[in-house]
C-alpha cells in the first residue's frame, strides 16, 4: 500500500544508523519531533463535493485526500499535520484515450477544472488543489499504463502516459530494449509527467533527457487531438514537441507518449573516484564531457555532501578504513567523491575507462573500484526516502536544483549555500551540493538542506518558506533556471518570468488563451495565474 503522508511503498524506508543521529545532534543540535495526523482525521475534514454526478467520477474520500498533494516538503507537512487546505472534488481514472476525452468534454458542460496526475511525486505543486467556486477534478492517469506498440526497426515505442518508470522499463526490457530515463521519482512517476514537467535521468549523458527521447503522441484537448507525429528530424516550422513538453497540464492531457529507445546494453559498470577538492573535481567532469567521453553519467559532490554520504552510510569500520586510505593519498578533509558510470559494448566500456583513467590521473584523483559505485546503483532510488527517516528524528529535508553556465557555477553555488545557511538567524541548517547533470556549456546544481523541526508544523512551514523562496529569488536572479528538472508547477510559477522575460511570458499566456481560454486546465500551473 502506498502511504498517503510520505514517499513510495509503506513496506519500503530507509533506515539510518545510529551514527547518524550522533551527527546530525552534532552540527544542527537534537531533533523537535511533531504529531502527525492520522488518515481517518483527515478524511474527517474533507468537505462535501461540488463534483457532478458521473461514472468517470469518483468521490471516495480516501481517493480525495490521497490526491490533494504532492511530495515537496509543504506537502508533507501539511499531510503530516492533517492541515491539508484544499481537496479535490473527485477524481478520474480513465482507461483509455475514449475516456480522456470523455473527461474533457465533462468538464466542458459542467465547468469543471481538472488537474492531471501522472505518479503524484511533483515537488513544486504541479498536482495541488488550489480554492476555487468550480469542481476541481484530479485525473488520474495510472490505468493507462501499457506499452502500446513497439516498432523494432525504427527504434520507437507507445506507453499510455500512465506508464511507470518500472513498468515502463520491465515491458522494454522483456523485449530486449530500453529508454533508460532514470530520475530520482523513477519508482512512482510516468512517462507522461516526464513529457508534462521536461524530466532528467540519472543516465542523461548517454540516453538524453526526456526531449531527445519524446518523439510524438497524442495529446487530448478541449478542441480535440492533437496528433505529433514521428519524425527522425524536421526543419518544417516550430516543433510542436517543445510546446507540450514543459507544458504541465495547461494545455491539454497527455494520453500517449511514444519515445525513442535503444537495445539493452551488453554491459555497465558505476564507479566512484575522490578527489582532493571541489575545483579538480568540476574540471575532471567539465574536460570529461566537453571531450564527449562516452561516459553515461557523472556525479559529482561537494565536500559537505561528501562528508554526510560517508556519516549517513554506517559501516563506521569500512568507512574508517576508507578515510585512512584517502588521507594516506592526500585525499583529506576537502575531499569531493564523483560518482560515474560507462554503459554500453564490451568494447565501448573498455574503451571509455581507457580514457577515463588517464583523465583521472591528471587531476589528481583517487579510485576506489566498482564497489561503492555498486552501492549507489543499488540504493539510487532511495533517496526520497530519506525524508521519513529523518522526519523520525525530528528534522526535516528539502531540496533545491537550477543549471548555470560553467562560468557561473561556482558563483551560483556560494550564493544558494550562503543564502540558506544564512536568512535565519540562530537557525542551524545544514547545507551541500552536487552536480547530477553534466552538459558541454554547463551543469546542474543540487542542493539540499536539513533543519531541526521547530516547535510547530506552522513554524516548521515558515522556516521552509523562508528558505525556498529567498533562495529562489537568489537562482533566478544570478543566472540560474528556476529548474532543471522538477518543472515549474504552482511553486515556481512566481519566480518564471525573470526567467522567460515579458514576451516569452506572453507566449506562454498565448498559448494557454488558446487551448484553454476558460483557464479549466490546471490553472495556477506554469504561469502564476
Known sequence: MRRWNG?????????????????????????????????????????????????????????????????????????????????????????????????????????????????????????????????????????????????????????????????????????????????????LSTVGGWVASRSSGQQSLRYGRIEQMFAGGSIETFNGTLEIPTFPASSAGPDLREIILGSEGRFGIISEVKVRVTKLPDKEKFSVIFFPNWQLATEFCQQAVQDKISLSMLRVSNAIETQTQLKLAGHEKSIAYLEQYLNLRHCKNDKCMLT????????????????????????????????????????????????????????????????????????????????LLTTIDGKKIHVFTHLSHVYGQGCSLYTTYVFANDTTFDETYKTWQLLKNSTSNKIVNNKGTISHQHGVGKDHAPYLEVEKGPLGIKVIENLCEHFDPDKQLNPGTLLND
Not at 18 to 26: T, Y
Not at 155 to 173: D, K, N
Request: hydrophobic share 35%; charged share 25%; aromatic share 8%.
Open 340 to 419: 560515474f558510470g560507462i554503459t554500453g559494448s564490451k568494447k565501448q566500456v573498455k574503451a571509455t575507462q581507457s580514457q577515463i583513467k588517464s583523465l583521472v590521473k591528471k587531476y589528481k584523483g583517487i579510485s576506489t573500484g566498482t564497489f561503492l559505485g555498486n552501492r549507489w546503483a543499488q540504493n539510487r532510488f532511495k533517496f526520497p526516502y530519506l525524508r521519513d527517516a529523518l522526519w523520525q528524528q525530528g528534522y526535516s529535508v528539502d531540496t533545491l536544483e537550477t543549471a548555470t553556465d560553467w562560468q557561473n557555477v561556482d558563483s551560483l553555488l556560494d550564493k544558494v549555500e550562503n543564502n
Open 7 to 187: 514517499w513510495g511503498d509503506e513496506s519500503n524506508s530507509m533506515d539510518l544508523p545510529d551514527s547518524a543521529g550522533v551527527f546530525l545532534q552534532s552540527i544542527l543540535g537534537s531533533g523537535q519531533k511533531l504529531i502527525d495526523a492520522s488518515l481517518k482525521e483527515v478524511i474527517a475534514k474533507v468537505p462535501k463535493s461540488k463534483a457532478p454526478n458521473h461514472k468517470l467520477i469518483c468521490t471516495d474520500l480516501e481517493d480525495r485526500v490521497r490526491h490533494a498533494t504532492g511530495q515537496s516538503l509543504a506537502d508533507y507537512l501539511s499531510t503530516r499535520s492533517g492541515n491539508i487546505k484544499y481537496f479535490p472534488d473527485g477524481v478520474c481514472y480513465p482507461t483509455n484515450n475514449q475516456e480522456v476525452k470523455d473527461i474533457l468534454a465533462l468538464a466542458k458542460l459542467h465547468n469543471l477544472e481538472l488537474i492531471p496526475y501522472g505518479g503524484g511525486t511533483s515537488v513544486a505543486g504541479h498536482i495541488n488543489v488550489k480554492d476555487s467556486k468550480r469542481a476541481v477534478i484530479t485525473v488520474d492517469m495510472s490505468r493507462m499504463n501499457r506499452l502500446v506498440d513497439l516498432d523494432i526497426k525504427s527504434h520507437i515505442a507507445t506507453f499510455g502516459a500512465g506508464t511507470p518508470g518500472p513498468m515502463v522499463e520491465a515491458q522494454l526490457r522483456a523485449k530486449g530494449y530500453t529508454l533508460g530515463h532514470f530520475p530520482q521519482s523513477f519508482e
